[in-house]
């Protein structure tokens, strides 16, 4: 697969569930795939977001990482004291980052970002949500976010980090770039715009965001 477009995968399986009508189904098939050697997952670096490093993860508490995908994130949260959770559509994902870490304190569960367990309502004094939403059609953004919200709980962070475009720009799906309004949009269900910083390098746009819940 040397010279593959580590894009090709994402967007052909992407294009099919789409089509189907399902939004979601192409990120099992696409870690199902990676598993038997047949595609490629393009976020796939083996190791924490840059920007999640960056930032510097404050405190310890519990923390919920979301869309986690293969567990880098999460295992990086988890080794600065945090009592993680993290959780994935995706069941081969879930069952990938287990078999990459076998001896993580992190708690990986497969769920449903837009119908989550609702003991998860408030439950986290740290969120991250990593390029999870972007990667939904944009008539799922907002469902999304508001349930990204909604698990942190008072006196707790959320943090967004997400590819960026300006209002009304153009996209070339997927993902789905982030405009500056979804961004505001996640101070929701009573969370506070912490920082937002835009990002830009070259051609490159990228959101890194916080937002607080009043303790």
Known sequence: MTGKDPDEDAIR?????????????????LYAESATGDAIVPWDSRSPHFLLTEWGVPGTGRALVVGAGLGDDAEYVAELGHETVAFDVSETAVRLAKERFPDSAVRYEAADLLNPPAEWRQAFDLVVEIMTVQALPEELHAPAIARIAEFVRPGGTLLVIASGRDEGGPVFA??????????????????????????????????????????
């Open 13 to 29: 399986l992407a294009g099919e569930s789409l089509a189907s009508g399902d939004p979601v189904g192409w990120f099992e098939r």
């Open 174 to 215: 997927p993902p789905w770039p982030l405009t500056p309004s979804e961004i505001a949009a996640f101070a929701t269900d009573g969370l506070k715009t912490g920082t937002i910083e835009d990002l830009r390098d070259g051609e490159r746009h990228r959101w890194r965001a916080t937002f607080h819940r009043p303790a």
